[in-house]
């Protein structure tokens, strides 16, 4: 009996150092994922490339109040965008933007314009058999309606930007959480353990 009792003292020294050791690695791996997702969770960055498939309808975010037009005229440079266009789109900043974005919403602007007129000039040549000179006269006779598409457009894509740094956000916080409520558990395992080597060794010392 005593034999049997020294080898499952024995084997059992091993097994919770062996166990320690991984809960050790378990909870450093754990807190690692923590600190992690800590810092994710605010590093989603905004992109405001026109994408050929996009939606159509369009959504709503969170008012802010300020007027712009001075930064988008500059930003246009030499292609200087109409009144109207500047006017709309001060009104989508005001009520869709959200401060922190409103320098990136207005700098990536024109670069999403250009994109979007390019694809629709393409598209109007395609459909309707048209030249380069046909269709620049047509961007010209119809601008309004050319601005209003691009700015839909353009105010869709920042609604879907924001809602993904939301969902980017969100996701980031669950998984830290997790990580958290696991490095808790592992850490409770941990010293639960570590009693066990604790009292073997006070059996081993009571024994001689």
């Not at 000039?121 to 309004?144: A, C, G, H, M």
Request: net charge positive; charged share 25%.
């Amino acid at each position: 009996m005593n034999k049997f009792l020294n080898f499952c003292f024995s084997f059992g020294k091993w097994f919770v150092s062996i166990v320690l050791v991984l809960l050790l690695i378990t909870g450093i791996y754990l807190g690692g994922s923590v600190i992690n997702n800590t810092l994710k969770a605010d590093s989603y960055k905004m992109d405001y490339k026109f994408a050929i498939n996009e939606p159509t309808q369009q959504q709503t975010t969170t008012q802010t109040k300020n007027t712009y037009k001075e930064d988008i005229i500059k930003v246009f440079g030499d292609n200087k965008p109409t009144d109207r266009f500047v006017n709309n789109t001060v009104k989508f900043i005001e009520t869709k933007v959200e401060e922190r974005d409103v320098a990136d919403v207005i700098s990536n602007l024109p670069v999403y314009y250009n994109d979007v007129k390019t694809y629709m000039f393409e598209i109007v040549k395609k459909e309707n058999k048209l030249t380069e000179t046909q269709v620049q006269q047509d961007y010209k006779n119809f601008r309004n309606e050319w601005d209003d598409i691009i700015l839909e457009k353009y105010t869709i894509r920042y609604a879907e930007q924001r809602k993904a740094r939301i969902d980017h956000k969100t996701r980031s916080e669950t998984a830290r959480t997790t990580a958290l409520i696991a490095l808790l558990v592992t850490l409770c395992m941990f010293v639960m353990f570590l009693i066990v080597p604790i009292l073997i060794r006070i059996e081993e010392n009571t024994s001689k």
